[in-house]
């Protein structure tokens, strides 16, 4: 599996945009960046995927870096309800399940 | 929502015990993943079953098992339950069988604790 490296935490002020890092060094070319969070003790929540462009949608933005060794997840206006655990995952080729990590844990605060 | 249903929320039971926690995938979904959560392990993958077939296996305990019935319903089953067990365990779905491009989405998770 490719792995990931996440900071274990992060805090972010509510209303502004919350940047997320994850590194990826060993990620091949045919493998997606996934994100999901976890609220507290509730089911993990998909938020976004890409390859190597950049993508968005209604809940965050995902920009992949060209050698695709890294990429950030960035919630533009983060809420109270934002705070959860973020966690970077790298799609395998044969696998098929989801290897989860530590994750960040983002503490947005008023 | 995700669409996708796990029961009970909560289970309490005791040591040496069976019980049997139930999926229920979202609509058109073949795949369906069982993930278990506790404190000091994080969140690990357990079993996937695709269309009624076991597709692929990870880190299931022999006294745990799976099956995924023609209305592609999954139940979990766990017997001889020790106080390790206790943990969260998250079914998820997917309408692909695994591969680079696959969102798997989750239930809300059932709370076991053995006592």
């Known amino acids: 599996d490719a792995k990931t490296t996440q900071p274990p935490s992060m805090d972010c002020a509510e209303g502004r945009a919350a940047n997320l890092p994850c590194n990826h060094s060993?990620?091949?070319?045919?493998?997606?960046v996934y994100w999901y969070r976890q609220i507290h003790s509730q089911g993990p929540q998909y938020i976004i995927h890409?390859?190597?462009n950049n993508e968005t949608n209604e809940m965050a933005s995902l920009i992949i870096t060209e050698d695709r060794k890294s990429s950030t997840l960035i919630l533009p206006h983060a809420t109270l309800r934002d705070t959860a655990v973020y966690y970077c995952?790298?799609?395998?080729?044969?696998?098929?399940?989801?290897?989860f990590g530590k994750g960040t844990t983002l503490s947005v605060s008023s | 929502d995700s669409g996708v249903t796990q029961t009970p929320k909560h289970l309490i039971t005791a040591t040496g015990q069976r019980v049997t926690l139930r999926c229920s995938p979202r609509?058109?979904?073949?795949?369906v993943y069982w993930y278990q959560q506790s404190l000091d392990q994080g969140l690990q993958f357990l079993i996937q079953?695709?269309?009624?077939?076991?597709?692929a296996k990870g880190n299931i305990l022999e006294r745990f098992s799976a099956q995924q019935f023609p209305d592609l319903h999954s139940e979990l089953n766990l017997s001889s339950l020790e106080l390790g067990d206790s943990a969260l365990y998250f079914c998820?779905?997917?309408?692909?069988?695994?591969?680079?491009?696959?969102?798997?989405?989750f239930g809300p998770g059932t709370r076991l604790l053995v006592l």
């Open positions: 890409g390859l190597k």
């Open positions: 060993t990620i091949s070319g045919n493998e997606y």
């Open positions: 998820a779905s997917s309408d692909r069988g695994g591969g680079y491009q696959e969102t798997q989405y």
């Open positions: 079953y695709y269309n009624g077939e076991e597709r």
């Open positions: 609509s058109g979904d073949l795949s």
């Open positions: 995952i790298v799609r395998v080729a044969a696998g098929t399940a989801l290897i």
